[in-house]
């Protein structure tokens, strides 16, 4: 599966900003997709994910009630709908797919990843 994440940008502290994801190739095989977030200097961490099938959703408890994720299945497409950002959300997000039925909290579980998007949040 390939993936493209577009959408990042430079947002004041307070506003919002859309993610999206947009998967091509054996797409039929992937069972969930995810969005996963790394600063500078730190490991890359959970933000959310979306099984392909049902629509379940799973987010970080710092993200939780903020962000959410969505799915387009005609268009193979994930979405990251961002608001009330936070300065310590400034990070290089990343989308990625699995194929594995479980762990879509866990990066590992994760085989496919699309080349991240710049996120900065302003003070």
């Known amino acids: 599966v390939q993936l493209q994440a577009s959408g990042g940008g430079l947002v004041q502290a307070g506003g919002s900003l859309e993610l999206s994801c947009a998967a091509a190739g054996r797409t039929f095989s992937s069972s969930a997709m995810g969005w996963f977030r790394q600063a500078p200097g730190q490991e890359r961490e959970f933000v959310a994910a979306?099984?392909?099938?049902?629509?379940?959703?799973y987010y970080a408890d710092s993200v939780k009630g903020r962000f959410t994720i969505s799915r387009d299945n005609a268009k193979n497409t994930v979405y990251l709908q961002m608001d009330s950002l936070k300065p310590e959300d400034t990070a290089i997000y990343f989308c990625?797919?699995?194929?594995?039925?479980?762990?879509?909290?866990?990066?590992?579980?994760?085989?496919?990843w699309g080349q991240g998007t710049l996120v900065t949040v302003s003070s």
């Open positions: 990625a797919a699995t194929t594995l039925p479980y762990g879509f909290t866990t990066k590992g579980t994760y085989t496919s």
């Open positions: 979306i099984t392909w099938r049902t629509g379940r959703t």
